[in-house]
């Protein structure tokens, strides 16, 4: 399910997102989209799931960058999608070393912080950025190395933002139609 849900996110991303994107800004880097809703999807499943989200999205991450970002070899599709589908989960298991816990694992529990979700989400955007940008560095010009960093982090940040927003409406829709219902 986290897989289809993964792989939902990056057809939004590819159909969507991207074409308005190159509309409006065409020269904004071509690795990047300003709204990349997998982030907030890797985000969400880290915060629920835990280590058990991380081979959906290492598998999300390999199946999307192939079929959507053309990437340039198989060991940078590979290195890729290792990365970023281990650095959220990673983030969130080093925020709750030092008594930050973003993780949601129970219905029954209280939910994480805004606060702590949105730091985990904001650290595993830079560190995803970052690591990422060194993958794809000799595809682009030196100088765009910081632009590129720059739009994977505003992405990363605006596509956990809309999925957050989405997730909690379709939660309180979700539950008002439960009690609604006879």
Known sequence: MLFAIYMASYI???????PVQEMILPDVIRFA???FLPHGVRVLSASLLGAKSVP???LGELAGN???WHS??????????LTAGTVTWLVFEGLRWLDV???????TDEPPSFHALLLAGLIAAAANAFLLASLVEGQVGGSQVIELIAAYITGDITGMLATVALAHYL????WAGVKASP
């Open 72 to 81: 340039a070899g198989p060991t940078t599709l590979v290195m890729s999608a």
């Open 66 to 68: 192939y079929l959507f």
């Open 171 to 174: 939660f309180i829709s979700f």
């Open 12 to 18: 939004v991303v590819a159909v969507v997102v991207s």
């Open 101 to 107: 816990d973003a993780f949601y694992r129970h219905e």
């Open 56 to 58: 959906a999205m290492v």
């Open 33 to 35: 989209s300003l709204l």
